[in-house]
């Protein structure tokens, strides 16, 4: 299974498409202590700009040095380094993340990408405790994002959220934000979420979907439509989800 570390408190920094969040969170607890900040995404959000808003973020929290920093970021991010960018400026592409915020705080931060961030903490806490064999998250937002885990552990960096039918990249075509931008009704959305779903579960064979992402709050109206053979179930943190994972992640990988 996968674990959070006993530690104390760290800081969990989200940054999707439209805002940044931000909480600090007890890590041996995984909840959020105190209130979350936001901060607009930057436009165009470049390296620069978004490095200045985690450093506001920090700021606000008015955090004590050494404590863990730990950022779920929308994109591939392997040793640090960002590898695509859908739903951030292209000039992030090829750029150490990972040392840019720790030179933007003067202390390390560790970065993550934000659907691994947020399958982790369901995983460890929420709707994905206990559970065996496959489980494959997916955030609902912006985009799609994908975390899959086997037993628990996490094979990080998955794009399953691109998966195309008919030529068309799923990402754009089934997150939360195409009902909304597409003025699509209800039941035209689950329609594209069943084949985005069904074709995910074809290609991977969960035991278990956990769907997360802003829209997952109202998983009442389209849940339980869904033919999978797969269990689904809401994410349980919800929005919440990214902001724990990294920073537990953080905790973890720095030992505190
Ligand atoms: C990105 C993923 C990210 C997802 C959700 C996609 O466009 O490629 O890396 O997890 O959006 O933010």
Redesign the pocket.
């Known amino acids: 299974m996968t674990t959070m570390p006993a530690g104390s408190v760290a800081l969990g920094i989200d940054i999707?498409?439209t805002g940044i969040k931000g909480a600090l969170v007890d890590v041996p607890a995984g909840t959020l202590r105190g209130k979350r900040h936001y901060i607009p995404t930057p436009q165009p959000p470049t390296p620069e700009a978004i490095a200045e808003a985690v450093r506001e973020m920090r700021d606000h929290f008015d955090v004590p040095a050494g404590t863990p920093v730990g950022v779920a970021f929308?994109?591939?991010v392997r040793h640090g380094i960002v590898r695509?960018a859908?739903?951030i400026d292209p000039s992030w592409i090829g750029m150490n993340a990972e040392t840019l915020f720790t030179e933007a705080l003067g202390a390390p931060a560790t970065v993550l990408?934000?659907?691994d961030a947020a399958g982790l903490a369901e995983m460890a806490l929420g709707a994905g405790r206990q559970a065996e064999g496959v489980t494959l998250v997916v955030?609902l937002?912006?985009?799609?994002?994908?975390a899959l885990f086997l037993d628990g552990r996490l094979l990080p960096n998955t794009?399953f959220?691109?998966l195309s039918i008919n030529g068309i990249d799923c990402?754009p075509w089934a997150s939360g934000a195409a009902r909304v931008k597409e003025g699509l009704s209800w039941a035209q959305w689950i329609s594209r979420l069943q084949d985005y779903l069904g074709f995910a579960e074809f290609l991977m064979w969960p035991d278990l979907i956990i769907i997360g992402g802003g829209i997952s709050q109202d998983a009442e109206q389209f849940l339980p439509l869904l033919q999978l053979d797969a269990r689904v179930v809401q994410a349980q943190m919800q929005n919440d989800a990214g902001i724990i994972g990294a920073a537990c992640e953080a905790s973890a990988l720095r030992g505190v």
């Open positions: 999707g498409g929308p994109a591939i695509n859908t739903n990408n934000d659907a955030t937002g912006t985009g799609i994002g994908s794009e959220g691109h990402c």
